[in-house]
């Protein structure tokens, strides 16, 4: 065993680099275990709640259905299937506003309760280390999981990868202020997420787990800690408090000092991460074969009155939940789905708690002032202090705003993970994250562009070599034409028919003796005239 | 004497150096891009023939000619830039008797109204219309360039010029970033 093993075996906590710590206001919200959420009457359903493609549609208006039945299938485009989060009618499937900063429409399914909420039977196994490995990828494919953390990136691909792996790390940090969502899950469930996190072990075909859990959850800590002498595979990691330790790289930084290369994945490290929501998922949907329909939601701010936590099915309106928990909105409410330093704004309250939703939070304008007019760039370097990917937002501020591309990907603009650290310690209140992201998107956007421009390309040269080759067939056929005709008549002299061409020479003998014929006459009438 | 010699063993050795030179000149011959090719690729490939010449690749020829590097609608000025920075020249803005800068639009055929005759799919430089004589005919809205060239032939006027719409999957991050405030005045 190496030195950096036996370090990360005996618990070694390292440390990332930057980093801020924003007020947490936890307690807001985690104070009451999590709460059932009545059922609303309408539920909105996209297609797309996940990143990746949809899946393809098995419903039609009209059709009824119950909880937990598929509306998609995984189809062509490798989608990823949603469900019905209660039993009732189809009453729209099409355009519809998603949760999305755009507050652009998608394809959304709505279905109208019936009230009676009636599930599917579900389909239990006893044993999962009976079935094969691909028949459990189906399993948690088919139940709709996608990364519960934020990114919705579809669980049962990401274990798909077959790499050799040191570890499989559980994230339980949730670092993000306000957000308690997975700290009650594991306060309240901590056996089901174990159980989840031995079924992604054995899929994954690793030895051992470490859960990571950040210092400010010592409930949470103490559930798991009760828990983990049966599990000797499994570690329990404690991190200290520090925005954004949650994320991904940082957090595969602070267990085991390795740094997941630029544009890579974890599995380059050989380390794979899950959320722990996505672990209790996936332990439901093995187990119990529940797919997933609904996820513990954070609703949290000092404009709603009952904040905390509750379970949501999938597709409730965001209005209704407000609504069920006492929204008290103010002039030019803001409600944030996320938490403060990555979420968005949402345009509208009609938009539905997807797959990625943790929480929606619902800030006085005391607590979360809002944005202040941008300012000049004074050059503190401030941003650079904080930022944990160890870029140098202010540089990357300046390209964005001169859209030199080649300079942004000089600086790795995309290894920026957008928490937001180099925006709340700006001074000038520059939007930074902002500027990245639309530069992001441009940048995408040019690629999509090229592509789509090197496709046209070729098919205008193959239309042009197209017209080519057509004009030379038809001349091609021309000639034949031509020489097929001749040799018929020269078929046709040799069998003593008529040849067309002696038609032609008669024909022109006949025309040069008139014209001598004529020549001579007036010839004659010249000499008779002149000899009068 | 010294003096011819001088110059015979300095003419021999430029005929030995002449002679590497021409072989290496041969041998090691570098196969660089060619600069209409570096052009073409620059452009957007819409085939459009707004520049005046029939299709990306003549005009990408006529630049490398000494033709101007601003009769390009589609691209616009980020595609202008490009040309100049390319060709060393000045970047000017886009010739406007060749058209404006429009945002990018793709073709769509109202279906109920096509009468089947084909002139779209000819003038299609990009092979995007699907149809055959006396059928209805329809564009593969992925492979449209939006370049025009369908509109006119059209004998019945069914072909409509839409803008790409915008999707959550494309979208630009065009947040309003300054809202507008209605500031009162005093007097």
């Not at chain 1, 009760?226 to 595969?252: F, N, T």
């Not at chain 1, 040019?446 to 046209?456: F, L, Q, T």
């Not at chain 2, 030179?21 to 459009?48: H, K, N, W, Y």
């Amino acid at each position: 065993m190496s030195a950096a093993t036996k370090a990360i075996e005996a618990g070694q906590i390292w440390t990332f680099p930057g980093g801020i710590h924003p007020p947490e206001r936890k307690e807001l919200s985690n104070q009451t275990p999590i709460a059932p959420l009545a059922l609303a009457q309408e539920y909105y359903l996209p297609l797309k709640q996940h990143s990746g493609a949809p899946g393809e549609l098995l419903v039609q208006v009209g059709d009824q259905v119950k909880a937990g039945q598929a509306l998609t299938q995984v189809g062509a485009n490798n989608g990823l299937p949603v469900h019905a989060p209660t039993s009732g009618t189809i009453t729209a499937i099409g355009p519809g506003i998603i949760a999305h900063p755009s507050g652009l429409a998608d394809t959304v399914i709505t279905i109208t309760a019936d009230g009676n909420d009636e599930h599917i039977a579900l389909e239990p196994l006893a044993d999962y280390t009976q079935i094969s490995r691909a028949d459990l990828l189906e399993r948690i494919k088919n139940a709709g999981i996608a990364g519960l953390g934020g990114a919705g990136f579809p669980t049962a691909q990401k274990l798909a990868l077959q790499r050799p792996l040191d570890y499989l790390i559980i994230n339980g940090v949730e670092c993000e202020p306000y957000i308690s969502a997975d700290d009650r899950l594991m306060r309240e469930h901590a056996q089901t997420i174990i159980d989840g996190t031995e079924i992604l072990l054995h899929i994954a075909g690793c030895e051992k787990a470490l859960i990571a859990i950040e210092a400010n959850k010592p409930e949470a800590i103490a559930a798991f800690e009760a828990l983990l002498d049966k599990h000797p595979q499994l570690a329990l990691r404690v991190v200290p408090v520090k925005y954004p330790s949650g994320g991904e790289k940082q957090l595969i930084q602070l267990l085991t000092g390795r740094q997941v290369p630029s544009r890579g994945l974890p599995i380059d490290v050989g380390l794979v991460m899950q959320n722990v929501g996505t672990a209790f998922a996936v332990a439901q949907a093995v187990l119990q074969g529940k797919p997933l329909i609904e996820r513990v939601v954070t609703v949290t701010g000092e404009n709603v009155e009952k904040p905390g936590n509750y379970w949501v099915r999938l597709g409730t309106p965001v209005a209704y939940l407000l609504e069920q928990c006492g929204f008290k909105p103010e002039p030019d409410q803001r409600v944030i789905m996320g938490g403060p330093m990555m979420g968005f704004t949402l345009a509208e309250l009609a938009v539905p708690v997807v797959k990625i939703t943790n929480c929606i939070l619902v800030p006085s304008s005391q607590e979360l002032a809002p944005a202040q007019d941008e300012m000049a760039c004074i050059r503190c370097g401030a941003c650079a202090d904080v930022c944990p990917a160890q870029l140098l937002p202010q540089q990357l501020q300046w390209l964005a705003k001169a859209k030199d591309y080649d300079g942004l990907d000089q600086q790795n603009l995309f290894d920026c993970i957008e928490c937001g650290a180099c925006a709340y310690v700006c001074p000038s209140e520059i939007p930074l994250v902002h500027y990245y992201r639309k530069a992001k998107a441009e940048i995408r956007n040019i690629a999509r562009e090229k592509a789509k421009a090197e496709v046209a390309r070729e098919r205008f040269e193959a239309r042009q070599e197209r017209l080519e080759r057509e004009k030379q067939e038809r001349l091609e056929r021309h000639r034949k034409a031509a020489e097929a005709r001749k040799k018929a008549q020269a078929e046709a002299v040799a069998q003593g028919g008529d040849n067309p061409q002696d038609a032609v020479q008669a024909a022109i003998a006949r025309a040069k003796a008139r014209k001598a014929a004529q020549a001579a006459a007036a010839q004659q009438e010249n000499k008779e005239g002149d000899d009068a | 004497m010294t003096v011819l010699t001088a110059l015979i063993v300095f003419g021999v050795l430029a005929l030995i150096f002449g002679l590497i030179l021409g072989f290496a000149a041969v041998r090691f011959r570098v196969e660089s891009d060619p600069i209409v090719d570096q052009i073409d690729a620059i452009l957007p490939q819409t085939q459009c023939g707004q520049c005046g010449y029939p299709g990306c690749r003549p005009y990408a020829e006529a630049i490398a000619n000494g033709d101007e590097i601003n009769k390009c609608p589609p691209g616009g000025q980020s595609t202008i830039n490009a040309l100049a920075d390319l060709m060393g020249v000045e970047a000017k803005p886009l010739d406007s008797a060749h058209g404006e800068e429009d945002v990018k639009k793709v073709a769509v055929i109202r279906e109920d109204e096509c009468i089947g005759c084909t002139k779209c799919i000819q003038a299609c430089p990009v092979d995007a219309i699907l149809g055959a004589a006396k059928q209805m005919h329809t564009v593969i809205a992925h492979e449209c360039t939006g370049c025009d060239l369908c509109v006119e032939p059209c004998p019945v006027d069914c072909i409509d010029m839409v803008p790409v719409p915008v999707r959550p999957d494309n979208w630009q991050w065009d947040l309003q970033q300054i809202p507008v405030r209605v500031v009162e005045s005093s007097n």
